[in-house]
């Protein structure tokens, strides 16, 4: 019974930056992990970056490691995407998504989606 929110998303130049907030409501935000994923035109939803519930340990998919950083603030209740260093490939709709487990098995929660559109 979780509801999450995206935004944050827009148009920017090759090599700009943007922060994508996801806030959610109802449930128990601290319980869950959180994830960041991305779906392109024509192409398969695929996975971005995660934060566990808990510790808060991070993961990233190879292809965004070393620009994005994923972070939470459970008092927010709200998680963020710290998209830096960001290039034509990385435009897509970005959805958020709750887990009840530590990683993204047991999904019960997306948001709509928020577009992120890189001009080179």
């Known amino acids: 019974q979780v509801q999450l929110v995206e935004s944050g998303g827009g148009l920017v130049q090759a090599g700009g930056s943007l922060r994508l907030s996801c806030a959610a409501s109802g449930g128990t935000f601290s319980g869950y992990s959180m994830g960041w994923f991305r779906q392109a035109p024509g192409k398969e939803r695929e996975f971005v970056a995660l934060i566990r519930r808990g510790i808060g340990n991070t993961y990233y998919s190879g292809s965004v490691k070393g620009r994005f950083t994923i972070s939470r603030d459970n008092a927010k209740n709200t998680v963020y995407l710290q998209m830096n260093s960001l290039k034509p490939e990385d435009t897509a709709v970005y959805y958020c998504?709750?887990?009840?487990?530590?990683?993204?098995?047991?999904?019960?929660?997306w948001g709509q989606g928020t577009q992120v559109t890189v001009s080179p």
């Open positions: 998504a709750a887990s009840l487990d530590y990683g993204m098995g047991s999904i019960v929660s």
